[in-house]
């Protein structure tokens, strides 16, 4: 398999997963426009996309969707409940294009074994998404408050995990944010920190090889900070570069293209 992020933070997110002649994208939320010119810039012919696997409704993760669905007649898979919340946003789509899937029931599309499952955030229903093909798994997983157990045991053997790092505490709390905005970010349905984080992949180090650090909040976060804060705690627990590589995720240019063999 390949994943490639083509755009990550609080601003857009969109994922590039595929093997062989099966071609996915978790999330469009950006516009359709640039999430063409990405493909191409990684040397995909965004035609030969076969599908956009949605997460949950918010705006920075189906802004593209509809249109990338209209223009190339790419099939659009979502739960039922996010289907609904998310029509208003990305208009009018074919109904032969949208799929409903449901959490933890597996789906193919394609040669690869896709994964939804349930995460704590505020959306009405929304999913994370691991892929399996030929024993090797890639896990996608952003926009949760906390890691509860199930979560936790859908990361804790993925090859290559993109995980949420959204804010540093600190910024977040003394930063501009209204109180009640700063409440649902660190909340429970609200975004995994830097801290968090780290202290997951602590646990997970020792079966994950890579890891990419995404949905950095524009305003609460650098990807300098991030990088430390996360390296510094693995580091405290004995765990190095060696163990388990760390990217931090651009929120506007595409990540290197791992290759999961």
Do not use: W
């Amino acid at each position: 398999m390949e994943v490639c992020s083509l755009f990550s933070g609080s601003s857009g997110n969109c994922i590039y997963v595929a093997k062989g002649e099966t071609k996915l994208l978790v999330d469009a939320g950006v516009s359709g426009s640039k999430v063409i010119k990405a493909l191409e810039g990684i040397g995909v012919k965004p035609e030969e996309i076969n599908g956009i696997l949605v997460t949950h409704e918010h705006t920075d993760h189906v802004q593209g969707a509809g249109v990338l669905s209209r223009k190339l007649d790419i099939p659009i898979y979502a739960t039922a409940k996010t289907q609904e919340a998310m029509l208003a946003k990305i208009g009018q789509v074919s109904f032969k294009n949208l799929i409903e899937i449901e959490a933890n029931k597996d789906f193919y599309i394609g040669n690869i074994d896709i994964s939804p499952y349930s995460i704590p955030h505020d959306a009405v229903d929304p999913v994370a998404y691991n892929f399996m093909s030929r024993g090797k798994k890639v896990g996608i997983c952003t926009d949760l408050g906390f890691m509860p157990k199930q979560v936790f045991e859908n990361v804790k053997d993925c090859d290559v995990l993109l995980l949420e790092a959204n804010h540093d505490l600190n910024m977040l709390n003394s930063g501009a944010y209204p109180y009640e905005l700063k409440r649902r970010i660190s909340g429970k349905q609200g975004h995994l920190s830097n801290e968090t984080c780290g202290k997951v992949l602590a646990l997970i180090a020792d079966k994950v090889r890579s890891v990419m650090l995404g949905h950095l909040s524009k305003e609460n976060n650098t990807e300098e900070l991030a990088f430390l804060t996360i390296t510094e705690i693995l580091k405290n627990e004995g765990i190095t570069s060696k163990d388990i590589s760390v990217e931090v995720l651009k929120r506007d240019r595409c990540s290197k293209i791992y290759n999961v063999i």
